[in-house]
């Protein structure tokens, strides 16, 4: 079985502009997190969805948006790209959503954003 | 918030070494995860451990929930090893959110 995948794997925009981001998660898996990784960090919480609904938020900027789709793929947008918003971008899939699940989160290879 | 920590920042071994990776968190925690990035940045899950012991081949975790805190072991260390180690924790009964340590940066010599 494949697992949860993402495009592009690279992608170099410069300030101002906006870029979607997109994620396949594993098949049958309902859940779709996204998380950003800025060098150094470990990754950080933006966004979880659940049956397209938005389940939870981290501390990011309304820049930052995203969505589900029925087949539960997800995108995650980034509008007026800063130099800082650089950084690995990574998806998680899980087979339900909603807290306190006792299973596993897998994730992506990730989408590298370079902004200049 | 929840504040977990890793410890140590950066260790450097020959191969065949063993080591012991630590993470301390700071509340109750519902899951807690082990993971490696790789070099090219993606997160292999290496252990879903929110208490006891489990191993895998030269690698295994023991949780201590109660005393909040997880720890990594790798024995017989090989080249493929080096990479950064995450721990990381899920807190929340209503989303799916991670929160993960700064890393253990793991650099196995030849």
């Known amino acids: 079985d494949a697992g949860v995948t993402q495009s592009p794997t690279h992608l170099i925009k410069t300030r101002g502009q906006q870029v979607t981001l997109r994620c396949s998660p594993i098949?049958?898996?309902?859940?779709v997190s996204w998380y950003q990784q800025v060098l150094g960090q470990g990754p950080q919480f933006i966004f979880q969805?659940?049956?397209?609904?938005e389940r939870g938020r981290g501390n990011f900027p309304d820049r930052f948006s995203a969505r589900q789709f029925p087949n539960y793929s997800s995108e995650l947008n980034v509008n007026a790209l800063l130099l800082g918003d650089s950084a690995l971008y990574l998806c998680?899939?899980?087979?339900w959503g909603g807290g306190g699940r006792l299973d596993t989160q897998y994730f992506g290879p990730g989408t590298r954003l370079t902004v200049l | 918030g929840i504040q977990v920590e890793q410890s140590p920042p950066d260790l450097i071994l020959q191969e065949g070494a063993n080591s012991t990776l630590r993470c301390n968190f700071s509340d109750s925690v519902n899951n807690l995860q082990w993971f490696h990035q790789n070099p090219w940045g993606q997160l292999i899950n290496l252990f879903y451990?929110?208490?006891g012991t489990k191993q895998n081949g030269r690698l295994s975790a023991t949780t201590v929930a109660t005393e909040r805190y997880s720890l990594l072991y790798i024995s017989s260390s090989q080249t493929t090893d080096s990479g950064v180690y995450f721990c990381a924790v899920e807190q929340s009964r209503r989303d799916d959110k991670i929160i993960f340590g700064k890393g253990t940066r793991l650099h196995i010599l030849p």
């Open positions: 098949s049958g898996h309902k859940s």
């Open positions: 998680a899939s899980r087979l």
């Open positions: 969805y659940y049956e397209k609904e």
């Open positions: 451990i929110p208490s």
